[in-house]
Structures are given as C-alpha cells and as structure tokens.
C-alpha cells in the first residue's frame, strides 16, 4: 500500500512538472512569434507610409449610426402611458484626394441626417412619423496648384444646405481663390480672401449674397483603430457682419471588431441670418414683442451632436 502511495505521489508530480514545462514552452513561444508578429507588422506600416506618400488618389469613408426605439403600454407612471418613441440618425464623413507632384485635388463630403418621433397613443392628432431634427449636407472641392510642399496657389468651391426639409432655402455655395497651407501631415489650411458667397433662399430680405474672405482648416486622420475628422469652414462678409457665419464639425470613431465599433459626432454653427430667418417664422404681429431684426435678434450658438455605432467603409 506504501508503495503504491509513493508511486502515484511521484507519477502526479511527473505530470504537474510536465504541465509546467509545457506551459513555459508554449509561452516562450508565444513570446517569439508576438516579436516576429510585431516586426512584420512594422515593415507592413513602413510599406504603407511609402504607399500613401505615392501620388494618385486616395479614397475613403467613415460614419456614425446612432438609435433607439421604445414602446409603452399602460405604463402609468409618466404622463403618456400609451406611446411609442424611436430616434435615427447617422452621419457619413467621405473623401476622394488625387494627390500629384505638382497639383492636388481634394473632395471632401459630410452629412449628418437624424429622425425622431413621439407618437403618443391616446391623442389621434399628434403625429406618428419620424420627423427630421437634424439636417446636415457639405461638400466641397479644392484644387491647388503647389509652389512648393506646403504652399500652394488655390480655388475652392464649397456646398452646404439642408436636405430633409428646406432643400436650398437657404442654401450657401462659397467659390473663391487664394492660398493653401499644408503645416503638417493632414492639416489643410485655406485662405481665400477672394472668395463670393452665394446664398439661395426665398425670404430675400434676410438672406444676401456677399463677396468676403474664406477660411477653412481641415485636420483627417486615422492611427490604427480611431478615425477622426475636424472641419472649420468659415466666412467673412466685407460688407456686414451680420452676413459672416462659421461651421466647426468633428467625428471620431473607434473600430471595436472588424469595420464596426462606436463613434461620436458634434457640430456648432453661427449664422445670424438663419437666426433672423427663425425668428421671423415664430413672430407674432399681434403680439408685444418687437419685430426681430439684426440688431435685436438673439444670435444663440447652434449645435448638434450623434452618438452611437460606426461602420468603417
């Protein structure tokens, strides 16, 4: 009996010692391939950088899908018992660049669409659609002519409305020339203090057309599994301040697993003719207030923001 006891004692410990080895093995293995992994992995990033600094023309995409629904029946407790609520949105940051020795031609296009809906059961009037709340449409186009590799001379056309509601009512087209400057890798800085912006809407007595200045600064790009994209396009009115308007927009995404992951977008604007225009839409004649104008309206920042999944084009 003794002697059976010692030896499945010592078979045992054969075995844990036989798993350790093993263990000790494979992870020094593991070790060496991760090392091989991380080399081959440095050479395919070396080829990349050698391949994007090629000219021709580089092409990609990225956005934001965010949403949610909801359905309540009978449920007492908030003032609507019976109701059903759902909000959709997305957004699309999408660019096509052909990139020469001596030119550059760069596209850029960027639309943040949302929908929401309230749809109280118990009241037959109210509205069971999903209503647009955000409505953003960009898209632009630069071509210069390079003086050397940060300097370039340049023309500009840049579009922006609404697409949902109010098509081109206002809608602004920016057409100007003047410089680029490229400082760093990705950063795109314009300045056109020749530019006209043209502006199409019905309500003529607040939305003018103006010539001005044009500055728009554009920072693209992606390290590894995050994608983000900031834009600042903004415009001078040589002829009143009241016309001038900027636009600053940023997306970031995070890739999770394969082209999916999470992203978040937000946006601020300032235009005092869309503020007037408002205002003018919710005045009351018959009320005390004054009728808005420039100088009395409130201005207040717009902005908007998204968040939710990313897919990655």
């Given at each position: 009996m003794t002697k059976k006891l010692l030896f499945t004692t010592?078979?045992?410990?054969?075995?844990?010692?036989?798993?350790?080895?093993?263990?000790?093995e494979l992870e020094a293995q593991k070790a060496e391939k991760q090392a091989e992994a991380d080399a081959a992995q440095a050479e395919a990033n070396a080829l990349q950088a050698q391949i994007d600094a090629l000219p021709g023309w580089r092409v990609g995409a990225f956005g934001v899908i965010g949403g949610s629904l909801s359905n309540f029946n009978n449920?007492?407790?908030?003032?609507?018992?019976?109701?059903?609520?759902?909000?959709?949105?997305?957004?699309?940051?999408?660019?096509?660049?052909?990139?020469?020795?001596?030119?550059?031609?760069?596209n850029a296009?960027?639309?943040?669409?949302?929908?929401?809906?309230?749809?109280?059961?118990?009241?037959?009037?109210?509205?069971?659609?999903?209503?647009p709340t955000t409505d953003v449409f960009n898209i632009s186009s630069l071509y210069g002519r390079k003086l050397s590799e940060k300097f370039a001379i340049s023309g500009l056309m840049e579009y922006r409305t609404t697409i949902l509601n109010n098509f081109n009512d206002p809608?602004?087209?920016?057409?100007?020339?003047?410089?680029?400057?490229?400082?760093?890798?990705?950063?795109?800085?314009?300045?056109?203090?020749?530019?006209?912006?043209?502006?199409?809407?019905e309500?003529?007595?607040?939305?003018?057309?103006?010539?001005?200045?044009?500055?728009?600064?554009?920072?693209?790009?992606?390290?590894?599994?995050?994608?983000?994209?900031?834009?600042?396009?903004?415009?001078?009115?040589?002829?009143?301040?009241?016309?001038?308007?900027?636009?600053?927009?940023?997306?970031?995404?995070?890739?999770l697993w394969k082209s999916i992951g999470v992203g978040f977008d937000f946006g601020l604007r300032n235009n005092k003719q869309e503020a007037l225009n408002f205002a003018l839409s919710q005045y009351d004649p018959m009320g005390t207030a004054a009728q808005p104008t420039f100088d009395n309206?409130?201005?207040?920042?717009?902005?908007?923001?998204?968040?939710?999944?990313?897919?990655?084009?």
């Open positions: 010592v078979l045992m410990l054969s075995i844990s010692f036989g798993f350790s080895q093993t263990k000790e449920w007492y407790a908030q003032g609507a018992p019976n109701n059903s609520s759902g909000t959709i949105g997305f957004t699309v940051n999408g660019y096509a660049n052909l990139i020469q020795d001596k030119f550059f031609w760069r296009l960027n639309t943040n669409l949302n929908w929401t809906k309230l749809d109280n059961k118990d009241d037959p009037t109210d509205s069971d659609d999903f209503e809608g602004y087209l920016d057409v100007g020339v003047g410089a680029t400057w490229t400082p760093i890798e990705n950063l795109i800085v314009v300045i056109h203090p020749l530019n006209y912006n043209f502006v199409f809407a309500n003529d007595a607040v939305f003018e057309s103006s010539l001005g200045a044009k500055i728009v600064a554009d920072y693209t790009r992606q390290i590894g599994a995050i994608a983000f994209k900031s834009n600042l396009s903004m415009f001078q009115s040589y002829k009143s301040g009241d016309l001038s308007n900027w636009t600053w927009t940023n997306s970031f995404s995070y890739t309206v409130d201005n207040d920042l717009q902005s908007y923001y998204t968040l939710g999944l990313t897919y990655q084009f």
